[in-house]
């Protein structure tokens, strides 16, 4: 997931800038119950206002007064006398011979139990109509409506027949299904692809997904000018979390001319949206002086909006300013610990180092072991399904740097032996945990505990 990590020596000059690729575009579950309610009612005030109008031509068709002097056809609603018919407005009883009324039943579906709704969209899905399979798909994954059983492997199978009849939002949703390996194995160089058609649709959540992959070169070639064009025609379009990528690119420099100032920019729009990365990136800009008049009073107090917000990053950036007594903060080592507690929670590993350093949660048997070499992977993932591939651990000093390559997608990691377990901070949100066995083979678990790894050992 290529992590962008920095040493706590580096204080807050270029970490406090980096942020996690956020992978997990979020969910697009939506309360799908009340989406279904919404669209079955929607659904019957057009049937309604339809049977209305057809109501309408009835009457205006059905009576219609003879003119002055005419003699009525046996088929109008009026009448007529002999020369002395009726003329302006109609009689309120006709005088002539019955008129032969014509009659219409129209049937007006107002409300619709959760379980006709589930049979009809099966029904659609069936047909081939692409909204009752998105709709189908949406069901399936989240369950309940209808006594349709949550099943991921229906869903996904709706959802690809939809995108693949041209519904741009059930592309999108299948290939999140496929990056996250719900329903199937996990699959990103195939994910890519429907990312891309749905970009290519005009979904900028699909624009953002898209250009992410295309940062960072996962399932597809790396290529930063392509990435930031989806980057950009996301943001225009309304995607949130496009506005910190392209903060990183114009800071970094990386498919568009280095312009601190327009990272600034971006910076604050994703701050302003409520995005935790985004508002530590701009506290290090406070912090550096770059692209903004320096201000470490402002950059203390945008560490500390992010770090409430969530981002792991500036949680170890508060707790460095608060063990240092930095940007004006007094020093607090209290205040030190409980950050750096937070963030080595969330899995940085330089956290836990300077948890020791402080004294606190200090591991017993900590003494190294020398684990460096190449290794056969095999895992399951927290849905299920298997994978097999590569591992090459590195040494250096204390730390282990890991780097896995699973299929076609390469990942890396670096950590510590803490308590007699090497604990590998990759990028997610809960770290690797490895327990070395007596054979050599290195027993882990991830994804907080939901999914499982044991790394043997090439002889």
Do not use: C
């Not at 109008?76 to 011979?97: D, T």
């Not at 930095?326 to 300077?354: E, I, Y």
């Not at 050599?440 to 499982?452: E, F, I, P």
């Amino acid at each position: 997931m290529n992590p962008r990590h920095v040493s706590w020596a580096l204080l807050l000059m270029l970490f406090a800038g980096l942020s996690q690729a956020q992978y997990n575009s979020g969910n697009y579950r939506r309360d799908m119950d009340e989406a279904n309610r919404q669209r079955a009612a929607e659904q019957s005030r057009r049937d309604s206002e339809s049977a209305n109008r057809r109501n309408e031509e009835m009457r205006n068709n059905t009576y219609k007064p003879a003119a002055s002097g005419s003699v009525s056809s046996g088929s109008s609603a009026g009448s007529s006398s002999s020369s002395g018919g009726y003329a302006g407005s109609a009689p309120s009883q006709p005088s002539g011979p019955h008129s032969i009324e014509r009659t219409e039943t129209v049937t007006v579906h107002i409300q619709e139990t959760p379980e006709q709704t589930a049979a009809r969209l099966m029904r659609e899905a069936e047909a081939g109509n692409a909204e009752s399979q998105w709709n189908l798909g949406r069901l399936y994954n989240t369950g309940g409506l209808g006594g349709v059983q949550l099943d991921e492997a229906k869903a996904a199978k709706w959802f690809r027949k939809a995108g693949e009849a041209g519904h741009a939002q059930a592309a999108l949703a299948y290939g999140e299904m496929l990056f996250n390996g719900k329903g199937m194995a996990a699959n990103t160089q195939e994910a890519g692809k429907w990312f891309r058609i749905a970009a290519e649709r005009g979904i900028p959540k699909a624009m953002y997904m898209w250009g992410l992959l295309l940062e960072i070169g996962h399932g597809t070639a790396q290529d930063a000018q392509a990435a930031y064009a989806w980057f950009k025609k996301a943001a225009d379009g309304g995607e949130t979390r496009a506005y910190n990528s392209l903060g990183d690119l114009y800071s970094e420099g990386r498919g568009v001319t280095a312009n601190a100032a327009e990272a600034a920019k971006w910076y604050r729009k994703g701050m302003e949206s409520g995005d935790a990365a985004a508002t530590a990136s701009l506290g290090g800009l406070y912090y550096s002086g770059n692209g903004v008049a320096k201000d470490e009073a402002q950059a203390a107090r945008l560490f500390l909006r992010a770090a409430e917000g969530g981002n792991r990053n500036a949680m170890f950036n508060m707790g460095l300013i608060h063990e240092q007594g930095l940007m004006g903060m007094p020093r607090d080592l209290n205040l030190a610990r409980t950050w750096f507690g937070k963030a080595a929670a969330a899995g940085v590993a330089d956290a836990r180092v300077a948890l020791e350093r402080l004294g606190e949660a200090t591991p017993s048997g900590s003494a190294q072991a020398n684990i460096a070499g190449r290794y056969t992977a095999t895992g399951k993932n927290p849905n299920g399904s298997t994978y097999r591939g590569e591992v090459t651990i590195e040494q250096r000093g204390g730390q282990y740097h890991f780097y896995w390559k699973i299929a076609n997608d390469a990942y890396q990691g670096k950590g510590r032996l803490e308590g007699g377990k090497f604990v590998i901070d990759w990028g997610d949100t809960y770290p690797v945990i490895y327990t070395l066995a007596s054979d050599g083979r290195l027993v882990g678990t991830w994804s907080n505990g939901a999914a499982s790894e044991v790394l043997a050992p090439v002889r």
